[in-house]
């Protein structure tokens, strides 16, 4: 199963260094929920995110988002 990394900041969905378009990513998404792929989507803070707010505050927005 491959693993697509969602930014919780800036909602980009990314694999590797591949960008997805927002086309992209709505197509994926809706091919997720209809079980046509089997994909695990990761939330994450992107690293560009990081460098602008830190680290701190990217963990605690990692942690409010998982309750």
């Known amino acids: 199963m491959k693993t697509l990394c969602y930014c919780i900041r800036c909602h980009s969905l990314k694999q590797g260094m591949r960008l997805f378009t927002n086309d ?12 046509l792929l089997e994909l ?23 942690k409010i988002f998982k309750r």
């Not at 992209?24 to 079980?35: F, G, Y």
């Open 40 to 62: 695990e989507i990761k939330e994450i803070v992107c690293g560009d995110c990081r460098y602008y707010i830190g680290d701190e505050v990217a963990n605690e927005m990692l």
């Open 24 to 35: 992209e990513d709505k197509a994926i998404r809706t091919c997720v929920k209809l079980n």
